[in-house]
């Protein structure tokens, strides 16, 4: 079975400050690594994935992620963060097995922009 | 280019009615996840199902919970006897075959009063 744990269950960050989200996960198998975001009453986005390969990942909306296997993280950082960047972010994980690929999620973290 | 679509958006129901959760994958997706989203929580996952099949109900509630994803038409989530602590968030993600790559629908809202 996964686990991912996020630490920070809010955020607040100064716009244009630069932000590092935190995710740790524990597994005993190989995994999938994503980072989704959440507004307001909708549904989940994909913001970035970690499947193989380099350990840096970029996303959308100038959010990168690295996956550094020996410390089990997967933390999500953006240089410079903007008014409409709020909102709750929530990092998951698969097993790398192809046949059932559902997602454990962590709690989210709520990402606050301050003007 | 239609996403993953859920209906309805917002559902109230009484005590003891039943809830049916419809969603329909994106086109060319045949793999459906069903999540569910507790106020203040994060997403657990409920059930994954392909056309006609149940791969994975190890997080569906043993009672009253129930879904489908038939040949034709949409996958549904069926809760019947609704109580106050189903209130919550249901979102349904479809991917295609690789299956990694999910994508999530607007959610249904369910209350029950």
């Known amino acids: 079975a996964q686990s991912v744990t996020q630490l920070d269950s809010q955020v607040p960050v100064f716009e244009e400050a630069p932000v590092e989200l935190r995710c740790n996960y524990s597994?005993?198998?190989?995994?999938?690594l994503f980072w989704y975001v959440q507004y307001p009453n909708q549904g989940l986005q994909l913001l970035l994935k970690y499947l193989s390969g380099s350990t840096l990942v970029k996303g959308i909306n100038g959010f990168e992620a690295e996956f550094n296997k020996s410390q089990t993280s997967f933390h999500l950082r953006k240089p410079s963060v903007h008014i409409s960047d709020t909102a709750e972010y929530f990092c998951a994980v698969s097993t790398a097995n192809f046949g059932n690929e559902k997602l454990t999620f962590g709690t989210g973290t709520r990402l606050t922009i301050i003007p | 280019n239609a996403g993953v679509m859920q209906n309805p958006r917002h559902l109230v129901r009484r005590r003891g009615q039943e809830a049916r959760l419809r969603c329909s994958p994106m086109k060319g997706h045949s793999h459906v996840y069903w999540y569910r989203q507790l106020p203040e929580e994060g997403l657990k996952f409920m059930v994954y199902l392909q056309k006609e099949n149940i791969i994975d109900e190890s997080g569906m509630p043993k009672e009253r919970f129930s879904a489908e994803f038939p040949k034709e038409g949409p996958s549904i989530l069926r809760i019947q006897q609704v109580v106050r602590g189903d209130s919550a968030a249901y979102f349904c993600?479809?991917?295609?075959?690789?299956?990694?790559?999910?994508?999530f629908g607007p959610g249904t809202r369910l209350t029950v009063t």
């Open positions: 597994s005993s198998v190989s995994v999938y």
């Open positions: 993600a479809s991917s295609g075959v690789e299956g990694y790559e999910q994508y």
